[in-house]
Nanobody
């Protein structure tokens, strides 16, 4: 099995910064993708940023230039650095990874979610 542990959420004021972390553990042979999603109040979950095994990144238009996704392959950890936060970034942020394990070629795992609250 694979477990994800998220950390780094919290409350900040407009213009502030937060750094989310998501560490994957378990019988991981390789990591295909590591993404961050968020669910805004009353809305469906949306992709915020993604990073592939070759470190290619992509971002939602709403966060481009403010958020940066990165990964530490040695630690199977993905980060989301969030700068210049706005109230509309308030959401529950979820980590998502796709990994290969000893038992499955492609296993998708979601984190438990971490709340980010940005006040004006």
């Amino acid at each position: 099995q694979v477990q994800l542990v998220e950390s780094g959420g919290g409350a900040v004021q407009t213009g502030g910064s937060l750094r989310l972390s998501c560490a994957a553990s378990g019988s991981i042979l390789s990591v295909h993708a590591m993404n961050w999603y968020r669910r805004l109040p009353g809305k469906q979950r949306e992709l915020v940023a993604k990073i592939t095994s070759d470190d290619s990144t992509d971002y939602a238009d709403s966060v481009k230039g403010r958020f940066t996704i990165s990964r530490d392959n040695a630690k199977n950890t993905v980060y989301l650095q969030m700068n210049s936060l706005k109230p509309e970034d308030t959401a529950v942020y979820y980590c998502y990874v796709a990994v290969a394990t000893m038992y499955k070629r492609y296993l998708e795992v979601w984190g438990q979610g971490t709340l980010v609250t940005v006040s004006s």
